[in-house]
């Protein structure tokens, strides 16, 4: 929310050929529930039976690296330097200003299924393969 009430804000406001790029990161949004869903579910499938889930949770767990490694990317290599360009100094204190608590509003899902949660048991289950 932070990115698309500041920064993609100000960017749509004053540099026009970013309007494309916007639209997709802000649909990359919205996708990314569905995302955690499935990668969700497919921790299900893996604690149900570990054989038949074990391909399903790779598969989800490396569609969701892949698609958030590719959306941080187009941020980085495309957004910012056009932020840069085309933002002025007030724009930026305002997304400073917004950014300030900088913390990512999955980590604090309030509902048992949340993405702390998620990663976690991940994380375990990774730990767990090495011991």
Known sequence: ??????LFR????????????????QDQHCQGAADLQALQAAL??????QAAGQAILREAVE?????????????????MPLASEHL???DWEEIATAFESNEDPRLHLE???????????????ESEKRA
């Open 63 to 79: 569609a969701y690296a892949t698609a958030t490694w590719q959306h941080m990317e187009a941020e980085e290599q495309t957004i």
């Open 10 to 25: 100000c960017l749509r406001e004053r540099s026009p050929e970013s309007l494309a790029l916007i639209e997709l990161l």
């Open 111 to 125: 509902d048992e299924g949340g993405f702390a949660e998620l990663m976690k048991r991940l994380m375990d289950l």
């Open 1 to 6: 929310p932070k990115e698309e009430l500041t």
């Open 88 to 90: 002025t100094a007030a």
């Open 44 to 49: 299900q499938a893996f604690d149900a039976d």
